[in-house]
């Protein structure tokens, strides 16, 4: 017999550290699409999609279908050691769909962290530069160079120092921070002219929106500009896309709102529907440059991630996600905008896609967050059975991330449960 909650909590801190941390004190035992039932039996629709993980929803059958065929061949071999053909024809396949005309070249690695670490690897390798633009608010994971590059200290760095040298960060253009594009370019002459000289900076990693900094969208020209800037200096441009990408945003990768060629992108999460996998996807001559054996990973390129990742590819195509990215995200903005009408503590609705946040303020003085009513409002709604996720530089924004494949009976649920709880929660 299952165990409650509280119980398994309980056993939860008994048996691991409290550095691992978790939103939500219920525990999942079954999910199909965008609902997930605890152990106690309760059910619950799923705006967080495991952050931006299963954009396919819970259990597809066509991923589980290619899981299970792969299982029955082999669960693993090691790429490194004998290689397989779904490692090669997914790599296939994202080359073709990666943004650009240039000739692209993959790689195939475990997690989001561990595709920025070689991203890193590759970028350096290239320029025979050591050093790293990256921007506040930035997340790039929690590994040691991830941690660098990320652009906020708690929790993400404390405790842990020092960081890797060599990482500079500039601030990431947002207005709703007062923080325009031209202030945030100053700030990259700035580090050439102070820090280190552009001939020694290999690369400029940027998040086309940003994940856990709030959902802040970079917008066409400034993306212009980062690639204006990188051509002008000979610095690689890397598009983090490991929250962004496989339709998330209304396109395959979100960097293609900006009609912006990278030089590197680091893919994850959602690529494979739930199996651990992520990769780096490049230039083929920049791909190129570490020497055999540079790059790899005992587990990287699973045979189990790769047969998911193609059913996923597939599943895009036939079941039309980038556009429905953008019916859920209009139906989705269009009950937030308004909701904002008559809650003046919903400072912002913003996202691209069916990626989309709202920014909670103090009605009296919106320039001050209110990160007490977000947590408020997180806690409460999964009190009521809807899943949602803060994030935010500041504690104070609310992220909607649903499956790609979510019924809009179910999406229509969701709002009604959202709207309750802001209701519950204005002041």
Known sequence: MSKSNQALLESRQEAIPRGVGSMHGVFAESAKNAEIWDVEGKRYLDLASGIAVTNTGHNHPEITRAVEEQIHAFSHV?????????????????????PGTSKKKTIFLTTGAEAVENAVKIARAHTDRPNIISFSGGFHGRTMMGMALTGKVAPYKTGFG??????????FPTDMLGISESSALEAIERIFKADAAPETVAAII??????????????????????DIC??????????????????TGKMFAIEHANVEPDLMTVAKAMAGGYPISGVIGKAEIMDAPIPGGLGGTYGGSALGCAAGLAVLDIIDEEKLCERADEIGSRLRGQLEAFRQSDQGIGEVRGLGAMIAIEMVDPKNPDQPDAERTKTIVASARDKGLIILSCGVRGNVIRFLPALTIGFDHLGEAIAILKTVLEETTD
């Open 206 to 227: 940027i998040e086309p929106v940003q994940g856990e900094g709030g959902f802040y969208i970079a917008s066409s020209a400034f993306m212009q500009s980062l690639r």
């Open 78 to 98: 090691c790429f490194q050691v004998t290689p397989y053909e779904k490692y090669v024809e997914l790599a296939q396949r994202l080359n073709e769909r990666a």
């Open 162 to 171: 020092p960081m890797p040298g060599g990482v500079y960060h500039v601030p």
């Open 231 to 248: 051509d002008k200096h000979d610095i690689l441009l890397i598009a983090d896309e490991i929250q962004t990408g496989f339709a998330r």
